[in-house]
């Protein structure tokens, strides 16, 4: 393939941003990115968490984010666009006898792929995290080399970083329609006009589903509900105080600007239709004032803290999942130069450096570095035709994301 060929990348968010930074430090130099906001990364990408976690029930995951967490610590210092990779690590708490027993399995399994992981005592774990009640606990275990991101920096600067290598950035820009001629896509159509492309490849988050059936592809996918929230500020918060998990809450925490960001996997969650109009706004999304109050009081056993703080942002946060709640990756069947990512199943924004080098991998050299047959777009055979069962199914993942055993954490 020729180094010249043109792209066009439909979304602007975090993983869009980072498949225009590999393909042009490939050297890959017409390479444009079409965003119909008039601001990057202002729906699903400024929504999320941003924790970064080795803990993962796939090689090829914890691949991906072990490439994630090798890219953000020099990233800053080679670019000169630093990522807010923070590398303070996860503490995954348990609750329950059950849960310990099954971090056994987790920190052997950790040690054995070269992840290190370490079980911890009551007094290391307040030291880490000082207003847990470790006396609700009964352990936990520490990934030191695992951190959060923050998520804005994040996008921000693989922005910046391939504006800087040449690739042209074009807010304002919905795509209306996909080009296609004898099996091939040309290029796409834009409300101020058509954008001729060699290749295409749509990194639309929950809107990739929509776009993708403009070429007769349905995405196995279901866009679900995911909220979170940040907390007034409150003393005693470490600088080195990590991401935590409270899997049996089905919760997480992390520092956010001096106060707590937490989020809650839904037991029962609420999902939108895989096709989302294309003028839909995560802006819409109903304010999770009830959800969040759930989230708090399975949080406050474990962090009494939270019972008083006040909430000063609600984020209205929308993920992808497909029914195994793997990725979605690859090229669109029947569309030669067509690509597509969603199903980032939470896992988006640590997730987001791997997906753009898989893809500009797959576009530059046609091999996208890994055996992505199990993140495939067509693994599903005749049962994506079944949009119950992918709804149901995509659901019950999401409600289930902590469940025991659980070796894939967000």
């Not at 600067?157 to 800087?164: K, L, N, P, V, Y």
């Not at 080098?357 to 199990?374: K, R």
């Amino acid at each position: 393939m020729s180094r010249g060929a043109s792209v066009a990348i439909v979304g602007g968010g975090i993983w869009g941003l980072s498949t225009a930074y590999h393909l042009a430090r490939a050297g890959w130099m017409d390479v444009q990115v079409l965003e119909r906001n008039d601001a990057l990364f202002d729906e699903t990408t400024s929504q999320a968490a941003g924790l970064v976690g080795q803990i993962r029930a796939t090689p090829l995951m914890r691949r991906a984010i072990r490439y994630a967490i090798d890219l953000f610590l020099d990233f800053g210092r080679e670019t000169g666009h630093d990522p807010g990779f923070r590398q303070v690590g996860s503490l995954l708490l348990a609750l329950t006898p059950e849960r310990l027993a099954s971090f056994e399995e987790h920190v052997e399994h950790a040690n054995r792929s070269g992840v290190e992981a370490r079980f911890l005592d009551g007094a290391q774990m307040s030291r880490l995290a000082p207003h847990l009640d470790v006396s609700r606990v009964e352990g936990g275990y520490f990934v030191p080399e695992d951190g959060y991101l923050d998520p804005q920096a994040c996008a921000r600067a693989f922005c910046g970083a391939a504006e800087d290598l040449g690739v042209e950035i074009r807010t304002g820009t919905a795509v209306t329609e996909l080009s296609i001629k004898d099996g091939r896509v040309m290029g796409v159509e834009t409300a101020g006009g058509f954008v001729e492309a060699e290749y295409v490849v749509v990194t639309a988050g929950p809107w990739t589903g929509t776009i993708a059936e403009m070429a007769g592809h349905r995405t196995a996918m279901v866009p679900i509900r995911h909220q979170r929230v940040t907390t007034a500020p409150v003393s005693d918060i470490p600088d080195h105080h990590p991401v935590v998990r409270v899997t049996d809450a089905s919760c997480y925490l992390r520092p956010e600007e001096g106060g707590y960001l937490y989020g809650f996997f839904e037991p029962d969650p609420k999902s939108y239709d895989p096709e989302l109009p294309a003028g839909f706004h995560t802006a819409e999304i109903e304010e999770p004032i009830v959800v969040m109050e759930e989230a708090r009081e399975r949080l406050t056993p474990v962090f009494p803290v939270l019972k008083d703080l006040e909430i000063a942002d609600y984020k209205r946060g929308l993920t992808t999942f497909a029914p195994d709640g793997a990725y979605l990756i690859g090229p669109v069947p029947q569309v030669e130069g067509l690509f597509a990512a969603t199903g980032c199943a939470a896992l988006g924004i640590a997730g987001s450096a791997a997906v753009g080098n898989w893809l500009a991998g797959w576009i530059a050299q046609d091999d996208p570095g890994e055996d992505l047959s199990s993140v495939g777009l067509e693994r599903f055979g005749e049962k994506a035709s079944d949009r119950a069962w992918i709804r149901r199914e995509s659901e019950a993942f999401y409600g289930g994301y902590y469940g025991i055993p659980a070796m894939s954490v967000t």
